[in-house]
């Protein structure tokens, strides 16, 4: 494949290529009108379905709930604790995605007269998913219907001592699933392995999942004419939840998923949640919120609830009705944020200098007695990052048991190797999806899992790191680094996982200017060829070979700058600026 501006080899150490397509006309840049038409394009829309991409909606991209395996079944049973007043119990996961899952079902119950309870495990003494303890503990307390969300799809004791207390259990799930199933009275998840057409579905957060869920026991209340004399809650205004939660969960913002995000944006403009609105007041956010504020300020502070809090925070805060509430909340988790990102460094700062010790095993293990379980999957997030290859972080307690949880890279199914390891004895429990994984086990085993899983994934990553090439979406000039062009750019969005923010190529350009600031962000301004300036910024990357070349290249050497255009908005200003994410010596 031709590299890009002749990039074979970047200061990062990787090839340019031009994103989905191959032409030599990308050199030349794009005209405005047609820059969006080439964002679609080049994220694999076909020239007949771009309409429908453009501006993605919920009608355009919903399937009938009725293709998922399970799902007849299981809005038929809530539709009958629904006309029963039964006393139902929502029983989510720890995790953002599980407090929003759980939210939506609960929200939408109450809109239909119930009053349904929420139970979220606590993360430090339950551990994650449904154990068969607490199924019994809510059966005996008088539920007559359970219905996990984000969990449950390996949950086979415990859903085995549900059964045994009469109680039904529906699951909601989007976790990878074994041959076999746990007994439950429905299991809705995509990734079943008997799924059929569902499966296209299979990026799917939970919260998606529970969505359609809700569109399928609305539909059959509606066909039994429960709506003839009561209004019918609109499913639409919860689709904040199903943004945040899919967005915070890093699932693919593909198809129904980036419509999702797009609409649910729109909903959570409204202000519609005061728990959100709250939360966004409290992260400092005074604008309309978006799709990073998504991942990066508010899914944080929810999740720092389950993280080193406590865990139905989340949940509590998205149900809530009354705003004092909502705010004593919210800086509560506020708080547990900071106090998470503290435990978050300590842990990082410990894990990477075990990391070099290790060698270049294909996928990064680290095991540290004492570390908070809280902060592994963040921790793990981060190693990946720096590392370019799959990373879990085990946090061991007292007892030689360790709680892991895994980061992967594309092209790498670490969920699918974390079951085999279970299967073959090496996990007292595991699952997960492609990108991310969870795990329990016993210290004595650590050994070898990190022999299992180099031997399985030795190929896997050899491959997606050999194909690893830093992808570009426009080449400009340094005066093209204009609002006008982060504008033209962001209508292309929502971006996030699976649907890449565009990257531009700035220049040739010489540094004019540049220092470090913050906790080692290298700060350029640049001139090009055109005469014009920029601002210029890369985060965190003072010590690495990118920001070592920055600062020392001086005024007469010229660069390629790769990065993401933005608005710097800092101090209410309104200018382009650059985020670079490599550079190219251009000469």
């Not at 080439?38 to 399937?63: C, K, N, W, Y």
């Not at 407090?99 to 993360?123: M, N, V």
């Not at 920001?547 to 790769?562: E, K, T």
Request: hydrophobic fraction near 50%; charged fraction near 20%.
């Amino acid at each position: 494949m031709t590299p890009a501006l002749s990039v074979t080899r970047s200061i990062l150490g990787q090839p340019w290529r031009w994103r989905g397509l191959e032409t030599d006309q990308r050199d030349a840049g794009f005209a405005p009108d047609d820059l969006v038409t080439q964002l679609l394009l080049a994220r694999g829309v076909s020239r007949d379905a771009l309409e429908q991409h453009r501006v993605p909606t919920i009608r355009g991209f919903m399937p009938d709930p009725s293709i998922f395996r399970d799902m007849d079944i299981a809005a038929e049973r809530l539709a009958a604790a629904v006309l029963a007043g039964e006393p139902v119990t929502v029983f989510g996961d720890y995790d953002v995605d599980g407090a929003t899952s759980a939210a939506l079902l609960i929200r939408l119950l109450r809109g239909l007269g119930l009053a349904p309870q929420a139970y979220i495990p606590d993360r430090l003494m339950e551990g994650y998913g449904p154990s068969g303890e607490a199924l019994v503990k809510i059966a005996r307390g008088g539920a007559t219907l359970i219905v996990t969300v984000d969990c449950g799809a390996q949950a086979f004791e415990a859903l085995e001592m549900a059964a045994a207390e009469n109680v039904d259990v529906i699951v909601v799930d989007h976790h990878k699933c074994a041959t076999e199933l746990p007994k439950a009275f429905a299991l809705v998840n995509p990734n079943r392995l008997d799924e059929t057409e569902g499966a296209a579905h299979g990026h799917l957060a939970a919260v998606g999942v529970a969505f359609l869920l809700g569109a399928a026991l609305l539909r059959n209340l509606r066909a039994r004419g429960w709506f003839a004399d009561r209004p019918e809650p609109k499913l639409i205004d919860l689709l904040d939840l199903v943004a945040l939660g899919t967005v915070a969960d890093v699932a693919q913002l593909k198809g129904l998923n980036r419509a999702f995000v797009a609409q649910g944006l729109k909903v959570m403009a409204q202000g519609r949640n005061i728990g959100l609105t709250a939360l966004a007041r409290a992260a400092g956010l005074v604008k309309a919120v978006t799709c990073t504020d998504l991942g990066f300020a508010l899914g944080p502070r929810i999740n720092a609830g389950g993280r080193v809090g406590k865990a139905d925070l989340g949940v509590r805060l998205l149900t809530t009705e009354d705003e004092a509430e909502a705010d004593q909340i919210a800086a509560e988790l506020n708080r547990l944020n900071e106090e998470r990102r503290a435990i978050e460094s300590l842990v990082t700062e410990a894990a990477e200098l075990l990391v070099a010790a290790q060698g270049n095993r294909a996928v990064a293990v680290i095991s540290g007695e004492g570390w908070h379980p809280g902060v592994i999957g963040i921790v793990a997030s981060r190693l990946k990052e720096k590392l370019g290859r799959p990373a879990i972080v085990i946090a061991v307690d007292g007892d030689g048991v360790g709680k892991g949880s895994g980061r992967s890279i594309g092209g790498v199914d670490l969920g699918a190797a974390v079951l085999a390891a279970k299967d073959m004895g090496l996990l007292v429990a595991g699952g997960g999806h492609a990108m991310a994984a969870g795990l329990t086990i016993a210290a004595d085993k650590i050994d070898a899992l990190i022999e299992f899983l180099d031997e399985r994934l030795a190929a896997d990553v050899a491959r997606a790191r050999d194909d690893r090439a830093l992808l570009l979406d426009a080449v400009l000039s340094a005066g093209g680094v204009a609002p006008a062009l982060v504008d033209a750019l962001e209508a292309g969005g929502p971006y996030g996982a699976g649907w890449p923010a565009p990257r531009v190529a700035a220049g040739p350009v010489r540094i004019i200017k540049v220092d470090v600031v913050g906790n080692g962000h290298v700060r350029a301004v640049v001139a090009g060829e055109d005469g014009r300036s920029i601002k210029t910024i890369a985060f965190r990357q003072a010590d690495s070979a990118l920001g070592q070349a920055l600062l020392g290249a001086g005024p007469h050497r010229r660069l390629w700058l790769a990065g993401r255009a933005r608005i710097d908005t800092w101090n209410g200003g309104t200018q382009a600026e650059l985020h670079i994410d490599d550079a190219a010596w251009a000469d």
